[in-house]
């Protein structure tokens, strides 16, 4: 398969995941509104849970990353998501409290962060986590 084909597909199973991870994380975000009342918090919380689960979905899919689990790599996939979390989170509470359309629905609030951060988590995820040792980015 051609290298550009290649990153092509990857691009998409990571979309994909990402829309597996969205259902996730909108469904965290709705939860824990209602427990905590707080929005931010709430987003923290599901980031973080979100996260983790798009570490271990791509890992085994997108980048079939082998071997046992490598929770070093995990750390290092969650700390090259971070700048990507940030925009996501930041873009979800700002539609959530300031957009009419997203206004009291954490669905459409999380699919406006979780568009906003796509590029950015796999460009990290691609250059720095799971890059094979010796190949070109």
């Not at 051609?2 to 998409?12: I, N, S």
């Not at 905590?36 to 599901?46: C, D, E």
Request: proline share 3%; with cysteine; aromatic share 14%.
């Amino acid at each position: 398969m051609r290298r550009d084909t290649a990153l092509g597909v990857k691009f998409l199973t990571f979309g994909c995941i990402g829309g597996v991870v969205f259902v996730f994380d909108a469904s965290c975000f709705w939860l824990l509104l209602r427990l905590t009342g707080s929005p931010v918090a709430a987003r923290a919380l599901s980031v973080g849970l979100a996260m983790t689960l798009s570490w271990w979905l791509n890992r085994t899919f997108t980048f079939r990353a082998a071997g046992p689990v490598n929770w070093a790599e995990m750390a290092k996939f969650l700390l090259s998501q971070l700048p990507g979390a940030g925009v996501n989170a930041a873009v979800s509470v700002a539609a959530f409290q300031y957009l009419a359309l997203a206004e009291n629905n954490a669905w459409i609030a999380v699919a406006f962060g979780s568009c906003a951060g796509l590029a950015a988590n796999f460009l990290m995820a691609h250059l720095f986590v799971f890059k094979k040792s010796g190949s070109a980015p």
